[in-house]
C-alpha cells in the first residue's frame, strides 16, 4: 500500500513535492500484475527443458580411463589432420552425425549438419586434400578440448559414453568457437580395441547462423 | 546518385557490390519495394505461430490469424518501437504483448487493450489511430503456399512480379500428387561475406563448377564408380557430387534461360528423373492424380535452378530453396529450407534429402569453395586493383524472343547481364 493515495503530480514548483514520499510495496496488489494483467495466457518465452542427464556409472578405473583416453585421441587427430586415422577409429559400419536439433533421433531420414557413413567420410576426406580444394588454401587450426566423460552404460558389446568439447578453429586471421556435447557409442574390434559406431555431435551453437561454414568434422 | 554510368550492357563498375551508398539505394528501391519471400504457409500452422523476418532493412513478424490467413507486421510496438517478438519463431497466443508497456495487439496488428488507458483521454492517440496498432505490410498474398510481403502499397501484383518465375513452385508443387508442399521445420542459416550479387550469379554461372568445386566432383566421383563396379550400382547422391567435376564442354551446354526482372532458370544436368522403384512408384501417383499426359509434363520439366530475382534460388526438382537477406555491402544472410511433398512416397523425400544434408547444409562440400570465391572476390572489388567487372562472355550472341534472353551457350554471362538489366530498371525507377 502507498503511504498517499494520490500519486503527486510534477508542476513548475515541484521541489515541494520531493518532500512527500509514495512507497509501492512489492507483490501487494490483489490479482496478476504486468502484461499477464492485460494478456493472462500470453507468454513469450521459447520452450526448454529437457530430461536431466543420466547418472555416470563408475565403472573400474580401467575403462574409464581407456574410454577418455580414446576420445582425447579422437579429437586430437581431427586437430593433427590426420584424416585416415581418424576414420580408422570408426567402425566398419561406423557413423558421424550432426543433427540440427537435440530431439532428433534417427540419422538417416533427417536434415542433418553432418550425416556421414565411412563411404561419405572417404569422399570428405578426398576433397580437403585434393590440391585444387581451393577453401583449404587458407591456413587454418582447430584446437579441441574433451571433458566431462561420463560413461551412461557398459556391456561387452557395446559402451554408451557422453562429454563435451569446446573447439576453437583459427581460419586467416578469425577465430570462430564451436561447443556442444559427444555422444559415443563404442563397440570393440576382434582386437579388443574401442571402436566407433556412432558418434553423435550436438553443437550446442548451431541454430545460430554459421559465419561460414564447416569443412570438417568437428 | 546518378548509377547510369555503372552499369554497361557487357561489364559493370566495381562499386556497384561494395558501396555503402548504392547498398542503402537497394534495400529502399527494390527490397522494401517489390515482393519478398517470407516464408511457406507450413510455417505457421496454428493461430499465433509467428516466423520472424527482413524484408530489406526492416524487422517483420509473418503471423497466422484466428481466421487461418497469414498476416505480415512490422515487429515492433508502436508505442516506443520495442520489438514484439523476440525470437526467430514461435507462438504469441492471442495476442502480440510488448515487454516494456504490456501495449497488446490483435494477431492482425490491431491494438487490443493498453494498461490505464484512461490516460489517453482527451489526446490524439485514439484506438482507431493508426499510430496505436501495429504497422502492417502493405501487401501480403501468397502463390501455392509461398507467403510474399510488399512494403509497397502500389505496384504490380504478386503473380506478375514472379512472372516465369512461378515454375519454381510449380514444378515443386506438381511433384505432389495432392498439389503441395509442406517445409521442413528446420532452417540452415549461413552468413555469406560477400555482396548478395555474388550468390545470384553463380547460382546459374555454368563454368565455374568444374574449377570451383573440382575437388569434391573427382573424390565423390571416385567412390561412386568404385560402388558402380563393386555392386553395380550407387545411390544417386554420389551423382549430386559427382557431377560438379563435369568438363567444361558439358556445362557449356547446359542453357541458361533468362526472364525479364532477372528472373531465370538453368536447366536440368544431374539426371534427376531415374527409373529405380522409388521413382516409378512416386511417378505412378502422379499419373493417377494427374492423367498419364499431365504427370508426364510436370516430370519432364529440365530444371535444376529456378532464381526469382533478387534473392531467391529455388531448387524445384529436389524440393528446396535457399532466400537472401542482405546485411551490408559485404555481408549476406541466406537461409536454407527443404520440403517435403504431400502424399509422396517417403524414399523421394530422403533422396532430395541428401541434397540438403551434402549441397545444401553447413557442412556443405560444395558451397565451402563458392563462398571462399565470394569472400575473396568481395575483397577484391574493394580494391584500387581495377574498376570493372567483365560480363563480356558470348556478348552479342544470346537468342532473344519476346523479351526472354535464351543463352546459346551454357556458361554465357547473359546470366549476369539480363539481371544487371533488371537491377538497373528497379534502380532508376523515381
Given at each position: ?136 588454401a587458407p591456413m587454418w587450426e582447430t584446437n579441441h578440448l574433451v571433458s566431462h566423460v561420463a560413461i551412461e552404460s557398459a556391456s561387452e558389446q557395446q559402451i554408451q559414453v557422453r562429454s563435451r568439447f569446446h573447439m576453437m578453429e583459427l581460419r586467416r586471421d578469425t577465430v570462430r568457437h ?41 | ?333 541466406s537461409e536454407i529450407w527443404h520440403f517435403r511433398l504431400k502424399g509422396a512416397p517417403e524414399a523421394i523425400y530422403r533422396r532430395s534429402l541428401w541434397y540438403y544434408n551434402l549441397v545444401n547444409s553447413p557442412a556443405t562440400m560444395i558451397n565451402a569453395d563458392d563462398l571462399e570465391n565470394w ?56
Amino acid at each position: 500500500m502507498s503511504k498517499s493515495n494520490t500519486i503527486p503530480t510534477a508542476g513548475p514548483d515541484f521541489e515541494h513535492l520531493l518532500a512527500q514520499e509514495v512507497v509501492i510495496e512489492a507483490g501487494t496488489a490483489e490479482g496478476p500484475s504486468g502484461a499477464q494483467r492485460i494478456e493472462p495466457d500470453h507468454s513469450p518465452r521459447t520452450p526448454h527443458g529437457g530430461a536431466a542427464p543420466a547418472p555416470a556409472l563408475l565403472p573400474g578405473a580401467d575403462l574409464q580411463r581407456e574410454v577418455e583416453q580414446f576420445l582425447y585421441l579422437q579429437a586430437e587427430l581431427l586437430d593433427a589432420k590426420q584424416w585416415q586415422a581418424w576414420m580408422d577409429l570408426f567402425d566398419a559400419q561406423g557413423v558421424y552425425w550432426m543433427p540440427v536439433e537435440r530431439s532428433q533421433t534417427e540419422w538417416e531420414g533427417s536434415p542433418s549438419i553432418f550425416a556421414e557413413d565411412k563411404l561419405l567420410m572417404e569422399i570428405r576426406k578426398g576433397r580437403v586434400t585434393h590440391p585444387n580444394a581451393w577453401s583449404q588454401a587458407p591456413m587454418w587450426e582447430t584446437n579441441h578440448l574433451v571433458s566431462h566423460v561420463a560413461i551412461e552404460s557398459a556391456s561387452e558389446q557395446q559402451i554408451q559414453v557422453r562429454s563435451r568439447f569446446h573447439m576453437m578453429e583459427l581460419r586467416r586471421d578469425t577465430v570462430r568457437h564451436f561447443g556442444g556435447s559427444y555422444r559415443h557409442t563404442l563397440v570393440r574390434d576382434a582386437a579388443g580395441a574401442l571402436r566407433i559406431r556412432l558418434q553423435r555431435v550436438d553443437l550446442f551453437n548451431g541454430q545460430a547462423p554459421f559465419d561460414y561454414v564447416l569443412q570438417i568434422w568437428v | 546518385m546518378n548509377l547510369k554510368p555503372l552499369v554497361e550492357p557487357d561489364r559493370v563498375h566495381k562499386s556497384v557490390y561494395t558501396d555503402p551508398k548504392i547498398f542503402d539505394l537497394e534495400m529502399e528501391k527494390i527490397w522494401e519495394r517489390t515482393w519478398v519471400y517470407c516464408g511457406h504457409e507450413s510455417q505457421v500452422k496454428n493461430p499465433g505461430d509467428y516466423h520472424a523476418l527482413t524484408i530489406g532493412r526492416q524487422p517483420m513478424v509473418m503471423v497466422r490469424q484466428k481466421d487461418g490467413s497469414v498476416q505480415v507486421l512490422y515487429n515492433r510496438c508502436p508505442h516506443r518501437g520495442v520489438q514484439l517478438v523476440g525470437n526467430l519463431k514461435g507462438n504469441t497466443g492471442s495476442a502480440f504483448v510488448c515487454s516494456y508497456h504490456a501495449w497488446s495487439f490483435h494477431l492482425d496488428g490491431k491494438v487490443r487493450a493498453i494498461p490505464l488507458a484512461a490516460g489517453y483521454e482527451g489526446t490524439r492517440l485514439t484506438r482507431d489511430n493508426p499510430d496505436c496498432s501495429m504497422k502492417r505490410a502493405a501487401r501480403v498474398d501468397s502463390y501455392r503456399g509461398f507467403v510474399f510481403a510488399s512494403l509497397a502499397s502500389e505496384g504490380e501484383s504478386l503473380r506478375d512480379f514472379l512472372g516465369e518465375a512461378r515454375i519454381a513452385f510449380d514444378d515443386m508443387c506438381d511433384r505432389s500428387p495432392v498439389g503441395e508442399v509442406e517445409v521442413v521445420p528446420i532452417c540452415h542459416r549461413v552468413v555469406q561475406h560477400s555482396n548478395w550479387k555474388f550468390f545470384m550469379e553463380n547460382q546459374l554461372d555454368s563454368l565455374h563448377p568444374s574449377v570451383t568445386h573440382q575437388s569434391t566432383g573427382i573424390s565423390a566421383g571416385r567412390v561412386e564408380k568404385r560402388l558402380k563396379a563393386e555392386q553395380g550400382s550407387a545411390p544417386l547422391y554420389y551423382h549430386y557430387l559427382s557431377t560438379f567435376a563435369s568438363s567444361f564442354e558439358q556445362w557449356d551446354a547446359v542453357q541458361t534461360i533468362n526472364f525479364p526482372r532477372g528472373h531465370g532458370i538453368l536447366k536440368a544436368y544431374m539426371g534427376l528423373r531415374p527409373q529405380d522403384p522409388d521413382t516409378l512408384a512416386h511417378e505412378a501417383l502422379l499419373k493417377q492424380a494427374y492423367g498419364e499426359q499431365k504427370a508426364e509434363e510436370y516430370l519432364s520439366r529440365s530444371i535444376h535452378h529456378v532464381l526469382v530475382y533478387p534473392y531467391l534460388s529455388v531448387q524445384s526438382p529436389l524440393q528446396q530453396l535457399r532466400c537472401l537477406r542482405p546485411i551490408s555491402p559485404d555481408k549476406t544472410l541466406s537461409e536454407i529450407w527443404h520440403f517435403r511433398l504431400k502424399g509422396a512416397p517417403e524414399a523421394i523425400y530422403r533422396r532430395s534429402l541428401w541434397y540438403y544434408n551434402l549441397v545444401n547444409s553447413p557442412a556443405t562440400m560444395i558451397n565451402a569453395d563458392d563462398l571462399e570465391n565470394w569472400t575473396k572476390g568481395q575483397w577484391g572489388l574493394q580494391s584500387n586493383g581495377g574498376d570493372w567487372v567483365s560480363f563480356h562472355r558470348h556478348f552479342g550472341d544470346d537468342r532473344v524472343e519476346a523479351g526472354v534472353t535464351y543463352s546459346n551457350h551454357g556458361t554465357s554471362e547473359a546470366v549476369m547481364r539480363n539481371q544487371f538489366r533488371a537491377w538497373s530498371t528497379y534502380m532508376s525507377a523515381a
